[in-house]
Structures are given as structure tokens and as C-alpha cells.
């Protein structure tokens, strides 16, 4: 496996604030989903776990959000998808391509793309294997904006359930898991 700042390196450089973002988000991601794998006693690769959480954000350069530095074209919410792909491209393993594709939310459903109208192909990105859902869980616990500290349930909840109730509920089930 090809380390993971190469990757980070290629598409986000040295000394912009994109960077700055970038990196600040997934290190906290990063250090949650490993505090959480460590006291749930979860058998996953230290090492793997902090690429994917590293890694799960990478698509968003090539994103329209420029309240967070992201000056590309594609909607935002199509990042995981772009990340995915980027990921595959660089020989990344599919395990942490699909972190990417489907660390959005609390995961998506068809039922959310069509009722929602999301800009992506009709299929489920729902998180599944046990790497899948921790790094998904852990970050809705921090924002790229604004002051980036961590949130707490109470307020990541109410965040899904503005989405959907099915949405919050995947979110409890998830916590049901992972809560420390």
C-alpha cells in the first residue's frame, strides 16, 4: 500500500489553506477512530484504520465548496464518490476506496438520492464492513469549518436527523457500535 501523504501530497499542497483543512479534519477523525478501535478492542490494522481516516476526505479538492477552500466544479456532496475513484487510480486498496465512497452522512440510500434528487448514480453507499462504519462515525464528529472542534452526539444527531429520520437512526445504530 502506497503511503497515504503521497497521495495527500499530490492533491493538496504544502502550505495551503486547503491543506491546513484537510489535514487538521482527517487527523482528528483519525485520532477518534483509533481511540475508538483501541477501547472497543475492534480487530482492524492500526495502520490501515489511519489511512482510510486520512484518506476518506481526498475527493473534495475537485468540489465547489469555497467556504473550505474547495474551488472545483463537482456538488459537494459527490466528494466521496471523486474520492473513491481518485483512490482506486492511485492503487489504493478497494477496503479504503470504499471509506471514501461511503463515508457521507450516515451512509446514502437510493431512497435518499431520489427523494433528496443528490447528483449521484442510483445505488446504496451505505458503510459496511467495521472500517466502513468507524471511520463514518467518527467523522460526523468534526466540520471542516468554523472551529473544528468536536462536536457532541446530542448536536451530530439532530445534524442527520435535518437530513432524514432513517438517516438518524443509521447514525444510532452506529453509535450503538462504536459509542465509547
Same mark, same amino acid.
Given at each position: 500500500? !502506497?503511503?497515504? =501523504? &503521497?497521495?495527500? $501530497? !499530490?492533491?493538496y499542497p504544502a502550505g495551503s489553506r486547503l491543506r491546513d483543512i484537510y489535514m487538521r479534519h482527517c487527523r482528528q477523525v483519525s485520532d477518534l477512530a483509533l481511540e475508538i478501535a483501541s477501547a472497543k478492542g475492534l480487530d482492524l490494522d492500526a495502520g490501515e484504520v489511519e489511512a482510510a481516516a486520512m484518506l476518506h476526505d481526498i475527493g473534495i479538492y475537485a468540489t465547489d465548496a469555497p467556504s473550505i477552500e474547495c474551488h472545483g466544479t463537482e456538488p459537494y456532496i459527490c466528494h466521496?464518490?471523486?474520492?473513491? !475513484? *481518485? *483512490? /482506486?487510480?492511485?492503487?489504493?486498496p478497494e477496503s479504503i476506496a470504499r471509506v471514501a465512497e461511503r463515508h #457521507? %452522512?450516515? %451512509?446514502? #440510500?437510493i431512497a $435518499? =438520492?431520489?427523494?433528496?434528487? *443528490? +447528483?449521484?448514480? /442510483? /445505488? $446504496?453507499? *451505505? +458503510?459496511? #464492513? #467495521?472500517? &466502513? /462504519?468507524?471511520?463514518c462515525y467518527a467523522d460526523k464528529f468534526y466540520s471542516k469549518s468554523g472551529a473544528m472542534r468536536r462536536k457532541d452526539f446530542d448536536s451530530v444527531r439532530a445534524s442527520m436527523a435535518r437530513h432524514s429520520e432513517e438517516s438518524a437512526l443509521r447514525f444510532d445504530a452506529l453509535h450503538r457500535q462504536f459509542g465509547v
Amino acid at each position: 500500500m !502506497k503511503p497515504y =501523504i &503521497e497521495i495527500i $501530497d !499530490k492533491y493538496y499542497p504544502a502550505g495551503s489553506r486547503l491543506r491546513d483543512i484537510y489535514m487538521r479534519h482527517c487527523r482528528q477523525v483519525s485520532d477518534l477512530a483509533l481511540e475508538i478501535a483501541s477501547a472497543k478492542g475492534l480487530d482492524l490494522d492500526a495502520g490501515e484504520v489511519e489511512a482510510a481516516a486520512m484518506l476518506h476526505d481526498i475527493g473534495i479538492y475537485a468540489t465547489d465548496a469555497p467556504s473550505i477552500e474547495c474551488h472545483g466544479t463537482e456538488p459537494y456532496i459527490c466528494h466521496g464518490l471523486i474520492g473513491g !475513484k *481518485l *483512490l /482506486r487510480d492511485e492503487g489504493m486498496p478497494e477496503s479504503i476506496a470504499r471509506v471514501a465512497e461511503r463515508h #457521507t %452522512g450516515s %451512509g446514502i #440510500t437510493i431512497a $435518499d =438520492i431520489d427523494a433528496q434528487h *443528490l +447528483p449521484l448514480p /442510483r /445505488r $446504496d453507499y *451505505l +458503510p459496511e #464492513t #467495521t472500517l &466502513e /462504519r468507524l471511520i463514518c462515525y467518527a467523522d460526523k464528529f468534526y466540520s471542516k469549518s468554523g472551529a473544528m472542534r468536536r462536536k457532541d452526539f446530542d448536536s451530530v444527531r439532530a445534524s442527520m436527523a435535518r437530513h432524514s429520520e432513517e438517516s438518524a437512526l443509521r447514525f444510532d445504530a452506529l453509535h450503538r457500535q462504536f459509542g465509547v
